[in-house]
C-alpha cells in the first residue's frame, strides 16, 4: 500500500470515529456531565472540591507553555551567529520563552487561588514579578543545558521548532470562539441550581445576557472549546518526534508518540468535564483542534520536506 492511500484511510478513520463521538457528545452532552459533575461540585461553589479536577486545572495545561519555550530556545539558538536582524529576532525569542514559561506558573498560580478563594493575592505586581523571574530562571536554564545539544541538531530541530510554534498559535482559534459562542459552563448552572441555559455545541448562547445581574464571573460563559484540552493536546507534539530523532523511529518510539499524548490529553478533558468546567463535547473540539495542528504542521514542515529529501536521493541514485 503507498503512502498516499495509507494517509487516505488513516484520514478516513479519523474523520468517521470524530463523527461518531460529536454525535454522541451533542445527543448527551447535559447527561455526561450530570454523571461526571454532580459528585465533585458543592451547593453555593463554583469551583470543584475534588484534588483531581483541581490538580488539572491548574497543571493540565502545562504542555503548550512547555513547547513554546523548547521551540523559542532552539529559534534563540538559530539566530545567535550574527548581529543586526538577526541579534534582534534572539532577543524576541528569548523573550517568547522567558515569557511562555513565567505564564506557565502564572496560570497555575491564578487558578490556584481562584480555586482556594484567595484570588485578591492575584492583585498587584507581586505575582507578575514573581513569574517574571521564573520565567527568566528557566529560559536561561534551558540554553545553557541544552544549547550544545540544540546548536549540535539544528539542522532537523528548526523545522520542528517551527512547526510548534505553528502548533501553538491555533489557540487563538480557541479564543475567538469562546467569546462569541458564549456557553455556559456546567458548573454555573449547577450554581444557579438551573439547567435551562444549557445549549447545544453548535449553537451561540445568550446566557451571558440573560444572566448578567446573577453576579457570574465572565469565564462562566467560555466552555466550548476547552482550552485546557487543546492546551493538554499539544502534548501531541511527540508524534513528530520519530521524524526528527532516530531513537524514536522504532515501532515502539512510533506507538509511544501517539499513546502517551492521547492518554494525557483523554485525562485532561475526562476531569474538565467532572469539574463542570467543559462539556463532552467542548473537550473533543479542544482536543481535535490541537491534534489537527500539529499533524497539518508536521506535514507542513517536517513530512513533506522529507518526503522531498527522499525523492531527491532516489533521483540522484
Not at 104 to 116: A, E, P, S, V
Not at 250 to 271: A, Q
Request: proline share 3%; with cysteine; net charge positive.
Amino acid at each position: 500500500m503507498t503512502e498516499k492511500k495509507k494517509r487516505l484511510l488513516s484520514t478516513a478513520g479519523f474523520l468517521a470515529g470524530l463523527g461518531v463521538l460529536l454525535a454522541l457528545a451533542t445527543a448527551f452532552d447535559l447527561q455526561v456531565s450530570h454523571i461526571l459533575a454532580e459528585g465533585n461540585l458543592t451547593e453555593g461553589r463554583y469551583y470543584s472540591v475534588n484534588f483531581l479536577c483541581n490538580l488539572v486545572e491548574i497543571l493540565g495545561a502545562w504542555p503548550i507553555w512547555a513547547a513554546i519555550v523548547f521551540a523559542s530556545s532552539v529559534l534563540a539558538v538559530s539566530f545567535e551567529a550574527g548581529g543586526g536582524v538577526k541579534g534582534i529576532f534572539r532577543v524576541f525569542f528569548f523573550l517568547l520563552s522567558t515569557a511562555s514559561a513565567g505564564l506557565l506558573l502564572r496560570d497555575g498560580l491564578k487558578y490556584t487561588f481562584r480555586i482556594y478563594d484567595r484570588e485578591e493575592l492575584l492583585e498587584g505586581p507581586g505575582t507578575w514579578v514573581v513569574s517574571l523571574a521564573f520565567g527568566l530562571l528557566v529560559a536561561a536554564a534551558v540554553l545553557r543545558l541544552a544549547g550544545k545539544g540544540i546548536r549540535r541538531n539544528l539542522d532537523s530541530l528548526l523545522p520542528l521548532a517551527l512547526a510548534i510554534l505553528c502548533s501553538c498559535s491555533c489557540y487563538f482559534i480557541i479564543e475567538m470562539i469562546k467569546t462569541p459562542m458564549g456557553r455556559m459552563r456546567f458548573r454555573g448552572m449547577h450554581l444557579l441550581g438551573d439547567y435551562s441555559c444549557f445549549t447545544p455545541w453548535y449553537q451561540a448562547s445568550a446566557a451571558g445576557e440573560v444572566l448578567r445581574d446573577r453576579g457570574l464571573v465572565r469565564d462562566c460563559f467560555k466552555s466550548f472549546p476547552s482550552g485546557h484540552t487543546f492546551s493538554a493536546g499539544m502534548s501531541y507534539i511527540l508524534i513528530m518526534l520519530p521524524d526528527v530523532l532516530p531513537g524514536w523511529k522504532t515501532t515502539r518510539g512510533k506507538v509511544l508518540s501517539y499513546l502517551i499524548p492521547v492518554c494525557y490529553t483523554g485525562f485532561v478533558g475526562f476531569f474538565r468535564i467532572a469539574a463542570g468546567a467543559h462539556f463532552f463535547s467542548d473537550v473533543l473540539a479542544g482536543g481535535t483542534l490541537a491534534y489537527v495542528a500539529v499533524q497539518t504542521f508536521r506535514y507542513v514542515f517536517l513530512r513533506r520536506s522529507i518526503g522531498k529529501a527522499v525523492q531527491t536521493g532516489t533521483a540522484a541514485a
